[in-house]
C-alpha cells in the first residue's frame, strides 16, 4: 500500500527573542499563494495582551525548504523584511503571517506608518498603560497620559526612551517587556513533497483562522501566472475610487473571458487550475492582461460619462462593470457605435434598476449579458430581455440601500440639478467651501414628516429625495415644499426649470393648501415616482416599470 502521507511536521517552540534573531537575518518569506497583511489594527493590542497573559496564540507553519525554491516568494504586498538570498534556506510562511508581521513591525520600531495595501498602519499607536491594574494594551494615535508605546518598551533603548517612568511603573514595564520577549512562540516546520501540497495545506488551514476569501485561495492556486500582482496593478490604474474594486469582480471577469460557460468561484478556480497546468498558461494570462487592463479603465470612465456614476460607492452594481468591462475586451478598446451605445444604456439602466444580478437570476443573467456584450462587439444583432419593476418600488425603496437607490442618484446627477436660491446649475463636482457641499436631502422634511405622523420608512423613500446644498438645506429647515418652492425666483420659468432638474413635479394636486402634510406627502410621493419612471425609461430608452 503506497504511503498518502504528503508532508511530516516538526514543532519547536521559540521566544520572541530569538524570532527576532530570525527576523533580523531575514530568513522568513512570504510565498506568492500568501495573501496580503489583512488585520484590523484592533487585532493588535488584542495579541499583546494574549501574550502578555500567557495565553496561546497559535502557531505559524513554516515550510523550511531550500534556497532555490525563493522563486516562490513574494516580493511585495507584506511587511516582513525582505528574503536575504545569502541564507541556505527559505522559511516560507503559511499561517502565522499576521502575528509575526506584528511582532516585527513592533520590535523593528520603525518612525512612520506601514503602507499595506491602500492602507498605512502606524504601530507607534500601540501602546502599554502600567498603571491600569495588571496593564492594559491599546491602539490610539495619541497614548492615554501615563501609558506608553510598545515600540519604545521592545526597544534595545527602552531604559534611555523610558527613563521618565517613575519606580513603580518602570518595574511595571519591564516586567511586561521581559514577558514579551520571553513568550515562547510555537513553530510547526513542515516538509512536503511538493508545491500543490504546501497549496493544500494553505487552503485548509487559513479556513481557521482569518477567513480565506474566495480571491484567496484562487491566488493560492495561481501562484505561476503571477494572477495576485496583475489584479493589483489592474486595481492601481483605475479612477473614481474603482481602484477598490473586489479582487472576485476581476477574477470573474478573467473566467468568463477564458470560459463564459459558467461563472462563480468554482468556475474561476476550474479556469485557474487549467492555466496553471498549461505549460504556457503564463504567457497566455499576459496576453489577455493588457487588454483586460484597458477595458476595466474604458468601462470605468465609461459609466463616469454616459451614467452620471460620480465613483465606485454609487455604482449600483460592481457585476455591472465586469459585463460592461467584458465589451470593451471583445470590442478591442473601441468606443461603441451609436446604436451599440443605445443597446448599452438600455441594459444600464434596465440593469440598475431591476438589481438584475442579484439574488437567483444572478448566474443566469450573467451568462446571458456576456454573450450580449461579445455579441454587440462582434457586431451581431441582439435582444436584450429585462424584468419590470411595480412603480410603487419608487415609494417604498430606502434612498441609502440597494441598486435602484443607486441608480437614482446617478439618474439626479444626469438631471444636472439647479439651486433654488437662484436657478443655477449645481456644483456637482468637489467644492471647497462648505456651504457648498451637495447632498441627498429629504424634499418634505424628516421633522415635518414624522409630526405629522409618516413613517420613517415613507419619509426615507427615494420619492422623497433630491439633492441640496447644505446652505439650502439649513434654510429650508423643517418647512413644508409647498412654502420653500416659493423663495425661487418668481420668473416661472426659471421655479419650472429648477423643478425639473429635481424631477418635482408642478401643478399637481400635492401642492393644494387645504391639503394636510400627510396628504399632501402621499399625492407628492405618487407623482414624483410617475416623474421618477419617466425619467429612468427615457435614459434607457425602453419601459422600466408597471403602472
Known sequence: MSNPTEMTTVSKPMTVRALRRHLDRRV???????????????????????????????????????????????????????????NP????????????SVLHQLLAGG????????????FRRAYFSPASGGGKFGWRQRHPEGSVSVVDLLS??????????????????????????G???????????????????????????????????????ATKVNLRHR?????????????????????????????SKDVGQRAVERVLATLEEEPRGAEKVTRIWQRLRGAF?????????????PDRSAMPSDTMLSVLATFFYFNRGRQPSREVAKVLSRWFWASAVTGRYTGRGFRRNLVSDVHTMRKLAEKKPVRFRHDKLPLSDLWRTDYRRGSLAAAFTCLLRLQQPRYLEDGEQIML?????????????????????????????????????CFLVARENQSVGRRDPRSYLEDVPANRRVLTRVARSHLIPLNEEWQDADLSVKQSFKRFSRDRAHMIAAAFEKRAGAKLFTR
Not at 111 to 122: F, H, L, P, T
Not at 194 to 216: H, Y
Open 28 to 86: 522568513f518569506a512570504i510565498p506568492e499563494l500568501q495573501r496580503e497583511f489583512v488585520w484590523k489594527d484592533q487585532k493588535i493590542p488584542v495579541l499583546l495582551d494574549s501574550m502578555y497573559r500567557g495565553y496561546p496564540i497559535g502557531a505559524a507553519l513554516v515550510w523550511r525548504t531550500r534556497r532555490e525554491k525563493a522563486g516562490s516568494l513574494r516580493k511585495r504586498l507584506h511587511i516582513l523584511p525582505q528574503y536575504d538570498p545569502s
Open 89 to 100: 534556506e527559505v522559511w516560507f510562511l503559511l499561517d502565522g503571517q499576521q502575528r509575526i
Open 111 to 122: 518612525d512612520g506608518a506601514v503602507k499595506v495595501g491602500k492602507r498605512e498602519i502606524d
Open 156 to 181: 534595545d533603548r527602552w531604559r534611555t526612551k523610558l527613563a521618565h517612568l517613575g519606580k513603580r511603573d518602570h518595574e511595571r514595564v519591564h516586567a511586561c517587556r521581559d514577558q514579551l520577549l
Open 183 to 221: 513568550y515562547r512562540f510555537q513553530l510547526t516546520f513542515v516538509d512536503a513533497k511538493d508545491l500543490e501540497s504546501v497549496r493544500n495545506a494553505f487552503v485548509r488551514i487559513n479556513a481557521q483562522g482569518t477567513p480565506l476569501r474566495g480571491a484567496d485561495q484562487a491566488f493560492a492556486r
Open 231 to 259: 489584479v493589483r496593478d489592474l486595481q492601481a490604474e483605475l479612477k473614481y475610487g474603482f481602484d477598490g474594486l473586489d479582487d472576485r469582480t476581476i477574477l470573474q471577469t478573467v473566467g468568463i473571458i477564458l470560459d
Open 297 to 309: 479603465a474604458e468601462a470605468c470612465d465609461y459609466v463616469v460619462r454616459k451614467f452620471g456614476v
Open 429 to 465: 463636482g468637489e467644492h471647497s467651501a462648505r456651504a457648498n457641499r451637495r447632498d441627498r436631502h429629504h424634499v418634505f422634511p424628516r421633522k415635518l414628516l414624522s409630526e405629522s405622523g409618516v413613517s420613517d420608512r415613507s419619509i426615507d423613500a427615494l420619492a422623497n429625495i
